[in-house]
């Protein structure tokens, strides 16, 4: 069966610091990886994903994430942290076509 | 491209009644998917469609859910004889077939069971 752990279920950082979100996954086969953001109230936004190739992958807002199989792992990074990431970020697996299996999410804070 | 809708954005309910959302995919995906969430949780996979047909349930689906998507373009989630435990937002996800057939998520339904 497919998991994620995200181990940290807060952070806070100040502004203009850099981050990093850890997310560990469990899938029997070569697997598809997501980071989603949710902000209260609303919907996930897709920041990035990984099928294959480039183990290092760019999405949207600044940030990127790197694919370590050795690790089976998925970090989020981003170099410099600004007030509007303050969000909930979420890690997904999941195969072709089917069901995302998703972590518990990391509540992000940022201090100014 | 408009995106995945839903409606409603919220709906209070009390405890034994039935409800349903509504969920309009982007207009070219084939596929579509409900997750429910619950407070302080990720989203967990209730089923997935494929067109018309419903190709995947998840335990967590139980006999007072349905969905249908009846011309394979929007969906509805029916839950029969609410309870205070369905009280979560209930997201609504489609993408088109294939390797890049990423979901793209919806604003979702938050639901309240008195």
């Known amino acids: 069966a497919q998991s994620v752990t995200q181990p940290d279920i807060h952070i806070t950082v100040s502004e203009g610091a850099s981050l990093e979100l850890r997310c560990n996954y469990s899938?029997?086969?070569?697997?598809?990886l997501f980071w989603y953001v949710q902000s209260p109230g609303q919907g996930l936004q897709l920041l990035l994903k990984?099928?294959?190739?480039?183990?290092l992958v760019q999405g949207i807002k600044g940030f990127e994430a790197e694919f370590k199989r050795s690790q089976s792992s998925f970090n989020l990074r981003k170099p410099s942290v600004h007030w509007s990431d303050a969000a909930e970020y979420f890690c997904?697996?999941?195969?072709?076509?089917?069901?995302?299996?998703f972590g518990g999410g990391t509540r992000l804070m940022v201090k100014p | 491209d408009t995106g995945v809708s839903q409606n409603p954005r919220h709906k209070i309910t009390k405890r034994g009644q039935n409800v349903t959302f509504r969920c309009d995919p982007i207009?070219?995906?084939?596929?579509l998917y409900w997750y429910r969430q619950t407070l302080g949780q990720g989203p967990e996979f209730l089923t997935y469609?494929?067109?018309?047909?419903?190709?995947?349930k998840s335990r967590l689906l139980s006999d007072r859910f349905s969905a249908e998507r009846p011309k394979g373009s929007f969906s509805t989630l029916e839950i029969q004889r609410t309870e205070q435990g369905d009280s979560a937002m209930y997201l609504c996800?489609?993408?088109?077939?294939?390797?890049?057939?990423?979901?793209?998520f919806g604003p979702g339904t938050r639901l309240l069971v008195l």
């Open positions: 996800a489609s993408s088109s077939t294939g390797l890049a057939g990423t979901q793209y």
């Open positions: 899938y029997g086969a070569t697997p598809y």
């Open positions: 990984y099928f294959s190739g480039d183990t």
């Open positions: 997904a697996v999941g195969g072709e076509g089917n069901m995302l299996t």
């Open positions: 207009s070219e995906h084939n596929r």
């Open positions: 469609f494929q067109n018309e047909a419903q190709l995947e």
